[in-house]
């Protein structure tokens, strides 16, 4: 049996919306990593897991790239992801849904 194509979003605290699919992966959760590399500039890591404990986990791994990097500091992030069954936008006058 297939598995069923969805979309997963993820809305983060300052509003800034990932949207990740189709896929048929078991994510439950979205990452970030807002690394402060100084003199103002500033790196965007991500990625999604499978489980909370799995996406937490990152949080060491991204204090041994701080140390390692020179970071002068990084903000970590996780959230939940939302399932939909339909592409973002979809449901938007004049824009076309993907068709199956």
Do not use: C
Request: charged fraction near 30%; charge should be positive; glycine fraction near 12%.
């Amino acid at each position: 049996m297939a598995r069923k194509t969805r979309y997963l979003t993820a809305t983060m605290p300052d509003g800034y919306v990932k949207t990740i699919g189709p896929t048929a992966s078991p994510f439950t959760h979205y990452w970030r990593i807002v690394a402060d590399l100084g003199n103002g500039r500033t790196e965007v890591f991500w990625g999604h897991a499978k489980s909370l404990k799995e996406a937490t986990g990152k949080k060491d791994a991204a204090a041994d790239a701080a140390r390692q990097r020179g970071w002068t500091g990084f903000v970590f992030e996780v959230v939940e992801v939302v399932e939909t069954t339909e592409p973002p936008g979809a449901d938007m006058p004049g824009r076309k849904g993907r068709r199956r």
